[in-house]
């Protein structure tokens, strides 16, 4: 549904992104990029089922280079889940590490930002919920919240 009118993304809490995704180097080399492409969703999966693992929210793009951004709780959440033995991201990052490592096939890449509480601002207009607006709570982005820097002082309240 489309929102026709300016909202904000407000965030009561400190927050992570997390940007990862990868890149097809070599297209005619299926049998290596597919497995990598059809690890992230059964991941995705499985921290939207267990919600206590603290992934907020995710957003995929796809292309050559893919970019999916996660809104986690806390980077030590997000690094609970990447090291879990028992989870699905450990041992896609082994079989990855087994099959393609360096090799130049398929490419994967990550950042991490860390985000204390008002240290973030957001609008959206005639948009559906999308990112952050999907992570937090969405509201009109007037009085307090109309522009950009009163967002961000108004987070820090």
């Known amino acids: ?12 809490k400190p927050f992570v992104v997390f940007l990862i995704g990868m890149r097809v180097n070599k297209f005619w080399k ?5 497995p990598v492409a ?6 995705i999966k499985e921290l939207m089922i267990n919600k206590d693992m ?11 280079t893919t970019i999916m951004v996660q809104y986690w709780e806390s980077f030590e959440k997000l690094e609970a889940y990447a ?3 028992d989870a699905q991201h450990f041992p896609a990052w082994q079989d990855f590490n087994r099959r393609i490592k360096s090799n130049g096939d398929v490419g994967i890449w990550h950042e991490t930002y860390l985000i204390p509480k008002g240290n973030c601002e957001s609008v959206y207009n005639n948009m559906p919920r ?3 607006g999907k992570a937090g709570e969405l509201i009109p982005a007037i009085g307090n919240y109309h522009h950009a820097k009163d967002r961000v002082t108004a987070g820090r309240e």
Do not use: C, S, V, Y
Not at 38 to 43: F, G, H, I, L, S
Not at 54 to 64: K, V
């Open 38 to 43: 059809a690890a992230m969703p059964r991941m």
């Open 30 to 34: 299926f049998h290596k990029w597919i």
């Open 54 to 64: 603290g992934l907020i929210h995710a957003e995929t793009w796809f292309g050559r």
């Open 1 to 12: 549904m489309i929102i026709k009118q300016r909202m904000t993304a407000k965030m009561d």
């Open 130 to 132: 999308f990112g952050l």
């Open 83 to 85: 090291r879990n033995k």
